[in-house]
Every structure is written in C-alpha cells, then in structure tokens.
C-alpha cells in the first residue's frame, strides 16, 4: 500500500491537483464505469434473444404493418 501511495504522489497531476482530487475523480469514474455496465446488462436482459415480447403476444407478429415509402 504505501508503494502505491508512492507511485501516486510521484505523479505530476496528483501533485499538481493532490492526491484527495485525483482519489475523487478516479472514484467517480470508477462508480460512473459500474452504473453504465449494469445499464448495459439490464438492457441485455431486457432485450436479449431469450427475452421475446411474452407469450400473450405469440402469433401476433405479421399483424403489424409498414407505412408505404
């Protein structure tokens, strides 16, 4: 741990903007990073192969019709 803290005071952002700014923003994208991976997730269980529109549906699908160009 202290080597870690090492590297990072040797960097010239932390020392310019200091270690507790550089842990913030590295934290906010690290939480930012998470909430659009479960987003993607939930989108591809929502939406994925298996998923189809529910049994309620089933046959309804050539029932639907495109507007003419």
Same mark, same amino acid.
């Given at each position: 741990?202290?080597? &870690? &803290?090492? $590297?990072? !005071?040797? !960097?010239?952002?932390?020392? $310019?903007?200091? $270690? ?10 690290? &939480?930012?990073? $998470? ?5 993607a997730d939930a989108y ?13 549906? !089933? ?9 003419? !160009?």
């Amino acid at each position: 741990m202290q080597e &870690l &803290l090492q $590297r990072l !005071d040797a !960097d010239p952002e932390v020392q $310019r903007d200091g $270690r507790s700014a550089v842990l913030r923003r590295a934290a906010e994208a690290y &939480l930012q990073q $998470r909430r659009a991976q479960r987003i993607a997730d939930a989108y591809r269980r929502g939406y994925g192969q298996a998923a189809g529109i529910g049994e309620e549906f !089933d046959g309804w699908e050539e029932e639907a019709q495109w507007p003419a !160009d």
